[in-house]
């Protein structure tokens, strides 16, 4: 029995993620609104430049001695089932891993002078849930995946001149993880029938820093591009495993797990068209991510050997329009698409807890200014490429099958200038 217990290996890792692996991509209803294209160079105008490349907070129109501040929240439903197409268990659809969530963030950017801006960022770079029904064809290997990250950043920019600004910061990041799983007595250990009794439960937490730089070009008054990179930070999260087993009793054993999380570099542009095009504006952005770094899991002691992940290094491609349907800019329409490579090698290597696969975003928006008020809306369905295929972990189960599924992300967006 015991060597059921974490055989699926993976301590802190939700898998159902909107950003592929297990990024938290929802940073602003405004960027949303593009699928993250033009982001790294605020095309935006607002305070999230605090996260996604505090160089770029300059472009947010600030006068010396002036803050502003954003508040936002992404509401994501999503829908994952895994589909059973061989095996000794009942084959189909089972096992719903979708859930609710909410995604906070907070923003602000302050003008210190003409040459210096403090910013601070305060929200989730990894948080992540899947959570699968009691009693699914895997539940021996799954039940409930969260993961938990506050990433508090701030930063500094500096204006070298009228062409280049350059930024650099700090983060404190929280990472708290948990999950669940059946424990399975089967024949193999002398019992006379194969049934679920008992769960094992996990749980951790712990504090690591990392840092980011990035630059922005502004190389004509109406357009721009910029570089950002945020570090690897190596987490050491520390808890307890406890297991419940009617027959025998519950247990306790304090375990621990070192969770790289990666290296990400982000370039963007931006540029507002001229002429009778005016009211338009194009922006891009790509993003690597070195997820070469989640290696391989394993949980110091849970006296169970560690999981070889063997991810790959991964790329992502957004772009997008802005629309300004009126003489003024206070009004915007937002329209953005983006392709979003999984760290997944193949079926091989994907399990339950982490069936991540290529998707692609769709996403539409709407901001209004009012005086010093900007209210941003933003609506993304993400589209999962292909249904992702798992293999090699259940091997053993004699169980094969896929995951299909898809997700709705609804994001809202305050701020104020001061």
Same mark, same amino acid.
């Given at each position: $029995?015991?060597?059921?217990?974490?055989? *699926?290996?993976?301590?802190?890792?939700?898998?159902?993620?909107?950003?592929?692996?297990?990024?938290?991509?929802?940073?602003?209803?405004?960027? $949303?609104?593009?699928?993250?294209?033009?982001?790294?160079?605020?095309?935006?105008?607002?305070?999230?430049?605090?996260?996604?490349?505090?160089?770029?907070?300059?472009?947010?129109?600030?006068?010396?001695?002036?803050?502003?501040?954003? =508040?936002? *929240?992404?509401?994501?439903?999503?829908?994952?089932?895994?589909? %059973?197409?061989?095996?000794?268990?009942?084959?189909?659809?089972?096992?719903?891993?979708?859930?609710?969530?909410?995604?906070?963030?907070?923003?602000?950017?302050?003008?210190?002078?003409?040459?210096?801006?403090?910013?601070?960022?305060?929200?989730?770079?990894?948080?992540?849930?899947?959570?699968?029904?009691?009693?699914? =064809?895997?539940?021996?290997? %799954?039940?409930?995946?969260?993961?938990?990250?506050?990433?508090?950043?701030?930063?500094? %920019?500096?204006?070298?001149?009228?062409?280049?600004?350059?930024?650099?910061?700090?983060?404190?990041?929280? *990472?708290?993880?948990?999950?669940?799983?059946?424990?399975?007595?089967?024949?193999?250990?002398?019992?006379?029938?194969?049934?679920?009794?008992?769960?094992?439960?996990?749980?951790?937490?712990?504090? %690591?820093?990392?840092?980011?730089?990035?630059?922005?070009?502004?190389?004509?008054?109406?357009?721009?591009?910029?570089?950002?990179?945020?570090?690897?930070?190596?987490?050491?999260?520390?808890?307890?495993?406890?297991?419940?087993?009617?027959?025998?009793?519950?247990?306790?054993?304090?375990?621990?797990?070192?969770?790289?999380?990666?290296?990400?570099?982000?370039?963007?542009?931006?540029?507002?068209?001229?002429?009778?095009?005016?009211?338009?504006?194009?922006? *891009?952005?790509?993003?690597?991510?070195?997820?070469?770094?989640?290696? $391989?899991?394993?949980?110091?002691?849970?006296?169970?050997?560690?999981?070889?992940?063997?991810?790959?290094?991964?790329?992502?491609?957004?772009?997008?329009?802005?629309?300004?349907?009126?003489?003024?800019?206070?009004?915007?329409?937002?329209?953005?698409?983006?392709?979003?490579?999984?760290?997944?090698?193949?079926?091989?290597?994907?399990?339950?807890?982490?069936?991540?696969?290529?998707?692609?975003?769709?996403?539409?928006?709407?901001?209004?200014?009012?005086?010093?008020?900007?209210?941003?809306?933003?609506?993304?369905?993400?589209?999962?490429?292909?249904?992702?295929? $798992?293999?090699?972990?259940?091997?053993?189960?004699?169980?094969?099958?896929?995951?299909?599924?898809?997700?709705?992300?609804?994001?809202?967006?305050?701020?104020?200038?001061?």
């Amino acid at each position: $029995m015991k060597s059921q217990i974490m055989t *699926a290996g993976a301590l802190i890792i939700a898998c159902t993620s909107f950003g592929a692996g297990f990024q938290t991509l929802e940073q602003g209803a405004s960027n $949303m609104g593009t699928a993250n294209a033009g982001a790294t160079v605020n095309a935006n105008a607002d305070a999230s430049a605090a996260f996604w490349n505090p160089s770029s907070g300059f472009n947010a129109g600030l006068k010396v001695g002036e803050t502003k501040f954003d =508040v936002a *929240a992404s509401l994501v439903v999503s829908s994952f089932d895994f589909v %059973a197409d061989s095996g000794p268990r009942p084959l189909g659809k089972s096992g719903d891993a979708g859930c609710e969530s909410v995604v906070p963030n907070f923003y602000v950017i302050s003008r210190l002078s003409e040459d210096f801006m403090l910013t601070c960022s305060i929200s989730p770079t990894y948080a992540l849930e899947t959570d699968y029904e009691n009693g699914w =064809v895997l539940s021996d290997r %799954a039940l409930n995946s969260e993961i938990t990250t506050v990433d508090i950043n701030p930063s500094i %920019a500096y204006k070298v001149n009228d062409y280049l600004t350059i930024s650099g910061g700090i983060s404190a990041q929280w *990472a708290h993880g948990h999950l669940s799983q059946s424990l399975v007595w089967l024949p193999s250990l002398g019992l006379p029938y194969q049934g679920f009794i008992g769960t094992a439960r996990v749980s951790g937490s712990s504090w %690591a820093v990392g840092g980011n730089a990035g630059f922005t070009v502004n190389y004509a008054e109406d357009g721009r591009f910029g570089f950002q990179w945020r570090s690897e930070v190596n987490q050491s999260l520390k808890g307890n495993m406890h297991v419940n087993n009617p027959m025998s009793g519950s247990s306790m054993k304090e375990v621990g797990v070192d969770l790289d999380l990666p290296h990400t570099f982000t370039v963007g542009w931006y540029q507002r068209l001229r002429g009778d095009l005016k009211r338009i504006a194009l922006m *891009a952005d790509y993003s690597y991510t070195l997820w070469s770094s989640f290696d $391989m899991l394993s949980i110091e002691g849970s006296g169970t050997p560690g999981v070889k992940e063997d991810w790959r290094n991964t790329s992502r491609v957004a772009f997008g329009v802005h629309i300004y349907p009126f003489d003024s800019d206070n009004t915007v329409l937002r329209f953005g698409s983006a392709w979003d490579q999984t760290p997944v090698k193949d079926a091989q290597h994907r399990y339950s807890r982490i069936p991540c696969t290529d998707r692609i975003w769709f996403s539409g928006g709407i901001g209004q200014k009012i005086g010093n008020v900007n209210i941003d809306f933003a609506y993304t369905y993400i589209y999962f490429y292909e249904d992702p295929r $798992m293999e090699g972990e259940f091997a053993s189960t004699g169980v094969t099958g896929y995951f299909e599924g898809s997700a709705h992300v609804v994001s809202f967006q305050i701020g104020y200038k001061f």
